[in-house]
């Protein structure tokens, strides 16, 4: 499968990419910064120097052409407002365009564990530009024609990965957002691309006792 990584120099995407590379996928990893390039192409991905907070749709759909999969593990990092709203939510709502414009299909977004579908987050916390843009960039890739699935790891940990998580969507009344490993959640996310029967499902989750494979 040839997939693309939006934000490829994040800890997840690089867990990422070199799971994909190394049972088969033909990776490329966008990276904003030319300076991360070495790091991405060490997982054995290729590296695609890409600006999303740049690009239009026209753009990134050139860059998009001939992919199978995309996973969205891009993200402004918190801090200014508007940078969070144009990453997390304008870049995002446009790479699901692009998706669809380029005919990729496959589209995996990395969000977080929240109240769906409102997140709860009153306006005046701090989280509050973060948690809009999510649910926004969510709303627009559940609402597309695309092959989606929705990832929701709950706090991310450095953590050794267990490959072990517990699931809300299968008792959402018991289970609470908590923490998971970057290792565990670059597992999931390699699992549901090679899954058909994830599509349409949002998958919030924790670190716990079930394998991957079981409770997916």
């Not at 709860?120 to 024609?145: H, I, M, N, Q, T």
Request: proline share 6%; glycine share 10%.
């Amino acid at each position: 499968m040839r997939t693309t990584i939006i934000g490829g120099h994040g800890k997840v995407a690089l867990r990422l990419a070199s799971l994909l590379a190394g049972s088969g996928h033909e990776v490329t990893s966008w990276v904003r910064n030319p300076g991360h390039v070495a790091d991405v192409e060490s997982t054995g991905a290729r590296a695609q120097v890409a600006d999303v907070e740049q690009l239009d749709v026209d753009e990134m759909a050139a860059l998009l052409s001939g992919q199978d999969a995309v996973v969205w593990s891009a993200g402004a990092g918190g801090g200014d407002p508007a940078r969070t709203y144009a990453v997390d939510r304008d870049a995002a709502i446009r790479s699901v365009a692009a998706a669809e414009a380029a005919g990729v299909g496959r589209y995996v977004m990395v969000s977080y564990f929240y109240r769906r579908p409102e997140h709860g987050v009153p306006p005046d916390s701090s989280f509050f530009p973060y948690a809009e843009a999510k649910a926004a960039a969510d709303s627009c890739l559940r609402e597309s024609g695309l092959a989606w699935t929705v990832l929701g790891p709950s706090r991310l940990t450095d953590q050794p990965g267990t490959g072990r998580i517990e699931v809300a969507e299968v008792s959402p009344s018991s289970v609470s957002p908590s923490s998971v490993s970057r290792d565990d959640v670059a597992a999931v996310a390699a699992y549901v691309l090679e899954h058909p029967d994830t599509v349409g499902r949002t998958i919030d989750f924790n670190n716990g006792t079930i394998p991957v494979a079981d409770a997916l």
